[in-house]
């Protein structure tokens, strides 16, 4: 595949590498964008997991939970601007989606679309959609949903950051319904949307997850000039500390609790359990950032303007 300009100036864009680096990159392997960003993270240049991710799209991730604590569900529901996003009608249909969603049986958005509108059965959540689109003049779509269950040995709390920048939704692993919980799962879920862990514990991440970044930490340390005359055993020594300080930057209990003094999540969770009585720790969570993964076009609004004037 031809490496173009265009290729490498999304690659910087992704990875914040320099224009040279990101050309190697993309010649290197065949100008596959997700190849380049790896091969980039072995090299030491880039941290793809930071930067891959930007926010790239707007509208709101939403949370919302049943008045009975049964059920809860995360949505994101995009729109073309901010303006549109901020605008009520708009957030009204995001929750309405988020209610659909919490009484389907949908799997995915796409079936979600198929079924009658919650608020008017004369219609699909399709019909409803291409209205609010008619409506409100701007492309919306309903990019995404979970939905987390309560089977009556948990307790559910949501969390919205930046008036729908963030949508958190944490599952607490319980047997009380203490008032207290609605607190601490509060903390816990401010606490996901700021360091955007990827799992709950160390016990939760895969093989092939650890396998993989070992790969990238060794290559890291193959490309650093002071480790050059180090055999590789010694290398793969110096990972276990490296891997263990990444393991508790992606792992909710392990990681520092940010609301606390110098104690983890983990640790936190235990003084809630002392305070109420009763044993209470994170069963899962749920973490949707509005955009995430999607290319943002370049807008000009003055070049808009001067186009609707004439």
């Not at 930046?162 to 939704?169: D, E, Q, T």
């Not at 930490?217 to 010694?234: F, H, T, V």
Request: glycine fraction near 6%; include cysteine.
């Amino acid at each position: 595949m031809a490496v173009t300009a265009a290729l490498i100036k999304e690659l910087r864009e992704l990875t914040g590498v320099g224009m040279s680096a990101c050309k190697n990159a993309l010649v290197e392997t065949d100008g596959n964008i997700e190849e380049a960003i790896e091969y980039l993270r072995k090299q030491g240049l880039a941290n793809a997991a930071k930067k891959a991710g930007r926010i790239a799209a707007e509208g709101l991730s939403y949370a919302y939970i049943a008045d009975d604590n049964s059920v809860g569900v995360v949505v994101e529901v995009n729109s073309e601007t901010d303006f549109v996003a901020k605008n009520d009608v708009f957030k009204a249909f995001v929750d309405s989606v988020a209610k659909q969603a919490a009484k389907s049986d949908a799997k995915d958005v796409e079936a979600l679309l198929e079924e009658k509108w919650i608020e008017d059965e004369t219609k699909t959540v399709k019909d409803a959609l291409t209205e609010k689109i008619s409506v409100i003049g701007e492309n919306l779509n309903i990019r995404r949903f979970e939905k987390v269950v309560n089977t009556g040995d948990s307790f559910l709390v949501s969390y919205i950051h930046a008036g729908g920048k963030i949508a958190v939704l944490v599952e607490l692993a319980t047997e009380s319904k203490d008032a207290a919980l609605v607190a601490a799962g509060k903390n816990v879920a401010m606490q996901i949307a700021s360091m955007s862990p990827k799992f709950v514990a160390t016990s939760d991440v895969p093989a092939d997850y650890i396998a993989h970044e070992k790969e990238v930490l060794l290559e890291q340390a193959k490309n650093d000039p002071k480790n050059a005359n180090k055999p590789e055993n010694i290398l793969e020594k110096m990972l276990t500390g490296r891997l263990n300080k990444e393991m508790k930057e992606v792992c909710l209990l392990e990681q520092e609790y940010v609301l606390g003094d110098k104690i983890s999540v983990g640790q936190y969770m235990k003084e809630v359990s002392k305070e109420i009585g009763s044993d209470v720790t994170v069963k899962s969570f749920i973490r949707f950032e509005t955009g995430e993964g999607i290319e943002k076009k370049n807008e000009n609004f003055a070049e808009e303007v001067a186009k609707a004037m004439q």
